[in-house]
C-alpha cells in the first residue's frame, strides 16, 4: 500500500538547536515528494518540490533532501517564528494528470525562545 | 500569486442543513481538491475534480457532493450535515499535465455541526 510517514509527530527545540524531520515514503515510481508548512487553523503553504534521489532545496533555515525511501527536512538555528506543522506529500503513482497526492500525518514543531 | 479561496473561514451550522462550500482560484488551474483535516487523521481527500463538469472520488466521499460548473470554482456539498462532520475543510489546487505540480491551498473553513 502506497503510504507516507512522518516522525516525530511533534518536536519541541530551543531556539538555535537544529534538528531534523523525517518523511519516509512507500510508493513505486516516486513523481515528487512535496513539503509544506502549516500555520494553526490556516491552509499548508507550499515550501519544496524535489523530484529525485540526491537532491536538495533550501530556503533560509530549511533543507529538504531526498533518497529513494525517506526525506529529511533539516532546520538550522530554529526561531520560534519557525514553529508549525510541517506535512510531507508525494504523488500518487498511477495519479495520470490529476495530481493527486498522498499526505503524512505531518511534524508538528515548537520552538522555544 | 496562486490564489485559492474559500467563502468562509468559520461556519456554524445544524444537523440535518445543507451546506455549501465554495473555493475559488485565479490561476487557471485544471485540477481542483476537497480535503478535510481532523487532529491525528490528518488530510484526507473527499472529492476531486480534473476539468469542468468532471469530478471523481477520493478516499471520504459518503456524506458529501460536488459541483464544477466553471472551472475557476469547486464547490463542496454537505447534503444533510451531521456532527462527525465537524471538522476543517480545505481546497487546493494545481496544473493539470504530466509533469509534477504543487498544490495551491485555500485559508481553510473550520464547520462546526451542532
Known amino acids: 500500500e502506497d503510504q507516507v510517514t512522518q516522525s516525530p509527530e511533534a518536536l519541541r527545540l530551543q531556539e538555535g538547536e537544529s534538528s531534523s524531520l523525517n518523511c519516509s515514503y512507500t510508493?513505486?515510481?516516486?513523481?515528487?515528494l512535496f513539503w509544506y508548512r502549516q500555520d494553526p487553523g490556516k491552509g499548508p503553504e507550499f515550501l519544496f518540490t524535489l523530484y529525485s534521489a540526491g537532491e536538495e532545496k533550501e530556503k533560509e533555515r530549511l533543507k529538504a533532501t531526498l533518497t529513494k525511501k525517506e526525506s529529511f527536512l533539516h532546520i538550522t538555528a530554529p526561531k520560534p517564528e519557525d514553529s508549525a506543522t510541517y506535512l510531507c506529500?508525494?504523488?500518487?503513482?498511477?495519479?495520470?494528470?490529476?495530481?493527486?497526492?498522498?499526505f503524512g500525518q505531518g511534524t508538528t514543531l515548537q520552538v522555544k525562545p | 500569486d496562486v490564489k485559492v479561496t474559500q467563502s468562509s473561514r468559520y461556519l456554524v451550522k445544524r444537523t440535518g442543513e445543507k451546506v455549501f462550500l465554495e473555493c475559488v482560484q485565479d490561476m487557471d488551474h485544471e485540477n481542483m481538491f476537497w480535503y478535510r483535516q481532523d487532529p491525528g487523521l490528518g488530510l484526507r481527500l473527499i472529492y476531486f475534480?480534473?476539468?469542468?463538469?468532471?469530478?471523481e472520488k477520493g478516499d471520504i466521499p459518503e456524506g458529501y457532493s460536488v459541483s464544477r460548473e466553471k472551472k475557476e470554482r469547486f464547490s463542496l456539498i454537505l447534503e444533510s450535515a451531521s456532527t462527525n462532520q465537524t471538522s476543517m475543510y480545505l481546497c487546493?489546487?494545481?496544473?493539470?499535465?504530466?509533469?509534477?505540480?504543487?498544490?495551491?491551498f485555500g485559508p481553510g473553513t473550520r464547520l462546526t455541526v451542532t
Open positions: 510508493v513505486s515510481g516516486l513523481r515528487g
Open positions: 506529500a508525494v504523488q500518487a503513482p498511477g495519479s495520470g494528470n490529476t495530481g493527486k497526492l498522498i
Open positions: 487546493a489546487s494545481s496544473p493539470h499535465g504530466q509533469g509534477t505540480y504543487e498544490q495551491y
Open positions: 475534480s480534473y476539468d469542468v463538469k468532471m469530478k
